[in-house]
Every structure is written in structure tokens, then in C-alpha cells.
């Protein structure tokens, strides 16, 4: 009770602030091809049940027809305006609509795309447990995932096989430990990415210590080693096909 009612008010206090920059935003992206500035994107919430994640629109229209869902910082199809949302994530200034209506949490895991949800393991599946959030501990870790899958031939694998298998495990770390003082730790320290990521990295990385993660999981917060492919928690293999 007391995370939903600190979720109501404070996306309620956000929009009200944040409304002078999503309005301008709002302008500049119809602006630029003269259709709707939000995009409604379809994601797996709580208990599995559908929602529409209100997005600012970073992309041309009907982007999501290609059939990729991951994007990566090279994608053609980011609008001159949707660089300057990626950057900044004004994109998800936008999902505190979400939030305000129960529908989304400012911490929580990340709502996936229906065709990865149907990827998870039994384990994986837990993460729907919770409602999804805005930010998490890998919102933060993962904040250059577009950097990560630039030049990708194929960016929704290469999610699957670099990025998910630790979305999950830090996602289904944080079921297990959260608590309304880890949400207000993980609110400052996304802020605090916008400014350094890498002291907002070395914060995280006290936090995971401090609450007794697993080592693998300590040393993907630092980032200071390359992604590899790695199995999903729940299995012993790594994916190879999203079909």
C-alpha cells in the first residue's frame, strides 16, 4: 500500500512538473512528420496481463512493423528528434502516466515484449510477479543497451543473448529484496546516472554487495568486462533463436 500511494503521488507531482518538457517534445515530434508524438507500446504487465506503455515517439511511424522490437543507437528508423529522447530518456518521463494509473511502478523490472516473455523460463516467469517499473537496478547497469547492440545484424538475439540473462537475474534480485527504502536507493541512483553513470555503477554495486548478491552479479554491475552470450536464470542454454 504504502509503494502504490508513494507511486500516485509522486508520478502525479512529475507530470505536473515535467509537462513544460513533454509539451515541447510533444510539439517537436509532430512537428517533424506531422503524426501522433506518443507511441503506445505493448507490454507483458503483472500476472501476464497486456498493457500499452505510453512512450514519447522516437521512431517514424510504424516502426514497429519491421518486427524488431530491441533497438540499437545506429537503428535507421530513430527520428532526428528520437536521438534526442533516447538520449536523455525523455521516453520515459512519459510512462509516468503508467504509474499514475496502476498500470506500471517507478522501480520494478522492466515489461518486456510479448515475443520475449513467451522466451522465459519458469524462473523468469516470477518477474511478472510484481508490476513493472520505470527503473530497476538494470535500468541503470544496461543504460547504454542501445550502445550495446549498435551495428547488431541481429539486436533482438543478441538482447536475448547478452543483455536478458541479466535483466532477469537483477530483476528477480530485486523481488527478493525490495522494500520502499531499496526504491528510494534506486530512484536517487538513476538520477545520479543521468549526471555519472560510473558513480551511479560503483553505488549500485555497494547496493548489491550490501544485500549479499551472488558474485557474477557484483561484476556485471561494474561493466568493466565485455558482454557475452549467457543463459537465461532457469537454464542451461543460450538462446540462439527468438522464433
Do not use: C
Not at 37 to 51: D, I, S, T
Not at 215 to 241: M, N
Amino acid at each position: 500500500m504504502v509503494k502504490r500511494i508513494f507511486d500516485f503521488l509522486i508520478a502525479l507531482i512529475g507530470l505536473i512538473l515535467l509537462s513544460p518538457i513533454l509539451l515541447i517534445f510533444m510539439f517537436l515530434i509532430w512537428l517533424e512528420d506531422r503524426h501522433s508524438p506518443f507511441y503506445l507500446a505493448p507490454r507483458v504487465g503483472k500476472n501476464g496481463k497486456m498493457f500499452k506503455m505510453v512512450k514519447l515517439r522516437s521512431m517514424v511511424v510504424n516502426a514497429d512493423k519491421s518486427g524488431v522490437d530491441s533497438t540499437s543507437s545506429s537503428d535507421s528508423r530513430i527520428t532526428k528528434i528520437g536521438y534526442i529522447i533516447r538520449k536523455y530518456k525523455l521516453d520515459e518521463f512519459s510512462q509516468l502516466i503508467n504509474v499514475f494509473i496502476g498500470q506500471m511502478s517507478l522501480v520494478g523490472p522492466r515489461p518486456q515484449v510479448q515475443r520475449d516473455v513467451e522466451l522465459y523460463t519458469d524462473i523468469e516467469k516470477n518477474l511478472l510477479d510484481v508490476n513493472p517499473g520505470i527503473t530497476d537496478f538494470s535500468s541503470i547497469i544496461f543504460s547504454d543497451e542501445g550502445e550495446i547492440l549498435k551495428d547488431s545484424k541481429n539486436p533482438d538475439l543478441d538482447y536475448n543473448q547478452l543483455i536478458r540473462p541479466w535483466k532477469s537475474r537483477l530483476g528477480l534480485f530485486y523481488i527478493r529484496n525490495r522494500s520502499f527504502f531499496i526504491d528510494i536507493k534506486i530512484i536517487l541512483m538513476t538520477i545520479m546516472a543521468i549526471v555519472s553513470k560510473s558513480k551511479a555503477l560503483k553505488s549500485v554495486n555497494r547496493q548489491l554487495v550490501k544485500l549479499g548478491a551472488s558474485k557474477e552479479l557484483i561484476d556485471i554491475a561494474s561493466r568493466k568486462d565485455i558482454l557475452v552470450p549467457f543463459p537465461p536464470p532457469g537454464s542451461d542454454e543460450i538462446v540462439t533463436s527468438r522464433d
